[in-house]
């Protein structure tokens, strides 16, 4: 006594039923799809073919069990409206171990999507707040029209403070990186024909475009992001050799603010920058490790002089 539904939709209704509710009996799962017991039973072994732990017992009935990996989940209306709203809370700010997570969840979830749910699902988005946390807020819908871009391999465009002034910028976008602050885009900007950071607060008035790009070779987005953020951006840069683990040394320097590459067990190579360099000297001083200047090669003066000032005011 086949239903008229087929077997597919037949299939992921039984799995819509087994995430609803803990226990179900075979005669139950054969009422409600309309279908024999051993179609149940067939079905079962359709679903645990594409990875979902259906556990079967005698007397008890079905159970949809944990797996070894992750199968997809079937989400009704309202749970794919509900998980979306998280996700976009979550990448507008709040944590930020999170908040990349919750960016390549969400343009896994905007793949399907349906259209009648986009609206419910920004209607929603913005009646979430959060407080506390230390990253920037940023529009959600940024985020999401960025990770498309990146996804889909896209042209962008977006307004962008340049000096006393607002200019557009058109990019090839290649990857969203999230501090603990702050999102930024990493991308190519094709007015000056190269590799440029940006920060996504920033923004306006950000627009995918419908020219595809091939992608370009990239130097590391997440290395590259770093750098720019931690010296490129001031006018003074540093590189200093400490005698101390980089694990050490990372404990005590947020990521924003320095590069710390390893050089062996016991020393490593800081990259940082500053408003001037006495600034980058007072804060390697505050670190209280042993280093040396590497560069700029002036620096090394402005260590005497200030050793000096420290040595006047102790007397």
């Not at 930020?96 to 920004?122: I, N, Q």
């Not at 540093?238 to 390893?262: C, G, K, S, Y």
Request: aromatic share 6%; charged share 25%.
């Amino acid at each position: 006594m086949e239903d008229d539904l087929g077997t597919t939709e037949r299939v992921l209704t039984l799995l819509g039923l087994l995430q609803q509710r803990q226990v179900w009996t075979g005669p139950e799962l054969a009422e409600r799809l309309g279908v024999t017991a051993r179609t149940v039973r067939r079905d079962v072994e359709r679903l645990r073919t594409l990875g979902y732990q259906v556990n079967a017992s005698q007397g008890v009935g079905y159970q949809l069990g944990p797996g070894q990996d992750l199968p997809p989940l079937l989400l009704d209306d309202e749970e794919a409206i509900a998980t979306a709203v998280s996700l976009l809370a979550g990448a507008g700010g709040g944590v930020a171990s999170a908040g990349d997570a919750a960016v390549r969840a969400l343009t896994k979830l905007d793949r399907v999507l349906p259209t009648r749910l986009r609206h419910e699902v920004r209607a929603l988005s913005g009646a979430v707040e959060s407080f506390g946390g230390g990253r920037t807020p940023v529009d959600p819908e940024v985020v999401m029209t960025l990770a498309r871009a990146c996804r889909d391999q896209v042209e962008a465009g977006f307004d962008y403070p340049s000096g006393q002034s607002v200019r557009r910028r058109r990019v090839e976008p290649y990857r969203l990186v999230s501090s603990d602050r702050r999102w930024y885009l990493f991308a190519y900007d094709l007015d000056r024909d190269d590799w440029r950071t940006f920060r996504v607060d920033r923004m306006t008035e950000v627009a995918a475009r419908t020219w595809r790009f091939r992608p370009r070779p990239a130097p590391d987005a997440a290395a590259y992001v770093q750098e720019t953020v931690a010296s490129r951006v001031y006018p003074h840069q540093a590189r200093f050799l400490v005698h101390a683990p980089a694990e050490t040394i990372r404990a005590q320097i947020p990521a924003a603010a320095a590069v710390v590459n390893p050089r062996g067990a016991t020393d490593c190579e800081v990259i940082t920058g500053g408003p001037n360099l006495d600034w980058v000297l007072m804060h390697m001083v505050l670190l209280e490790q042993p280093f040396e200047v590497l560069e700029p090669p002036g620096l090394t003066d402005r260590c005497r002089v200030l050793a000096e000032r420290l040595l006047a005011a102790a007397r």
